[in-house]
């Protein structure tokens, strides 16, 4: 069963930059799409990024430009570049591992625990 770990969240003030990873267990993610939510209080999860297994990206409109996500398969870890940081960028953030990209939460299936990201001065 594929497992999955955040890290790298933090307090950074508008227009700094903070690298997530999401480091995988249990399986390979060569076949695995996996992308990253995030939650703000009060607020539905919502899709964030996407890395297809052969390396396709999406990006959410409020993202695109400032973020960038990769994958190291030889690591077995997905990163997220998070650029030009805005308040409304804070919020819990999860990878999540699915066989193909997707905007919708209930199609992933591998969950991490999430890593809080505060955006604020």
């Known amino acids: 069963q594929l497992q999955l770990v955040e890290s790298g969240g933090g307090l950074v003030q508008p227009g700094g930059s903070l690298r997530l990873s999401c480091a995988a267990s249990?399986?390979?993610?060569?076949?695995?799409?996996i992308g990253w939510f995030r939650q703000a209080p009060g607020k539905e999860r919502e899709g964030v990024s996407c890395?297809?297994?052969?390396?396709?990206?999406n990006y959410a409109d409020s993202v695109k430009g400032r973020f960038t996500i990769s994958r190291d398969n030889a690591k077995n870890t997905v990163y997220l570049q998070m650029n030009s940081l805005k308040p409304e960028d804070t919020g819990v953030y999860y990878c999540a591992g699915s066989k193909a990209c997707s905007w919708l939460y209930l199609d992933f299936g591998s969950w991490g625990p999430g890593t809080q990201v505060t955006v604020s001065s």
């Open positions: 890395i297809s297994s052969g390396g396709s990206t």
């Open positions: 249990g399986l390979t993610l060569d076949n695995h799409a």
